[in-house]
């Protein structure tokens, strides 16, 4: 089959040799009618890339073919829903968001193939390896509902940030209940940029773990300086407005070192 000049003409050349009309091949691929008349028309510049996709799993044929003209489909690729979605989103960048991507991008695979695991941006987490100085909570032997987990005295900063190499913990004892079960470490806090909902001196329950979801608070070190923050895919954020977001595109190693699930209230 001779390549011809459009992916318009592609498809109407399979529909005329399978004599499949526009009605079955709608539904066929679950587009609408009026869609399909406009991209065989060629009504539509930019149609959607499952759409397409759709089109060429009914005409039994490779995507490679329809937008290339190549019938030979070397490297076997299927799209998954998730990556058609993402380039779909590629799609409607301008220049500059496309460059940025294709950037990250090259980046994330160098970061892959060097067995590096410092930033996921493919499910949009800080995921790191635990930080190696938190030690495991023991249990209380009294109990009667307390139990006992090591707390670094040294403060974690909600401002500037702090070096937390040292390895050096006390131990602290917090009530044993559904509310601090997750809780591995403590961890005070010096500053006011996570204010208003948290303090200079306050202390944090912190629950060991690899990641962060988007908009959850976490302990975080980078280039080996400790800040308590919001993670927000890309940067970290203050709850204090006067301070500036933190672009995690400015340090080299990114850590976390676990998710805040609350503090200790003082009595």
């Known amino acids: 089959m001779a390549p011809t000049t459009s992916y318009i003409e592609r498809i109407k050349q399979l529909k005329s040799e399978k004599k499949i009309t526009n009605d079955q091949l709608a539904d066929m691929t679950g587009i609408p009618l009026g869609t399909l008349s406009k991209i065989l028309a060629g009504i539509s510049d ?18 490679d073919y329809l937008i290339s003209g190549n019938p030979e489909n070397t490297n076997n690729y299927t ?61 209380s032997a009294s109990g009667l509902g307390k139990r006992v987990i090591p707390m670094y005295d040294m403060p974690v900063s909600a401002g500037a940030g702090i070096d937390l190499s040292d390895d050096l913990a006390s131990e602290i004892r917090i009530p044993d209940n559904t509310k601090t079960q997750d809780a591995d470490y403590a961890l005070r806090i010096s500053g006011n940029s996570m204010e208003p909902k948290f303090h200079d001196g306050d202390i944090l329950l912190i629950e060991n773990c690899e990641s962060v979801e988007v908009g959850e608070l976490g302990i975080f070190i980078l280039d080996g300086a400790g800040y308590f923050k919001k993670f927000d895919g890309d940067r970290l954020l203050s709850l204090n407005p006067i301070y500036a977001p933190i672009p995690l595109s400015d340090f080299s190693d990114i850590q976390c070192a676990g998710r805040v699930i609350g503090k200790m209230y003082r009595k």
């Open 46 to 63: 930019s149609p959607k890339l499952v759409n397409i996709v759709a089109i060429a799993q009914a005409l039994g044929c490779s995507l």
């Open 79 to 139: 799209l998954s829903q998730q990556e058609i979605r993402m380039v779909e989103s590629f799609r409607q960048l301008d220049s500059h968001g496309k460059e940025l991507t294709l950037l990250v991008l090259e980046k994330e695979k160098e970061r892959v193939q060097s067995g590096d695991v410092s930033i996921d941006v493919r499910t949009e987490r800080a995921k790191v390896l635990p930080s190696p100085v938190l030690r495991t909570p023991s249990v």
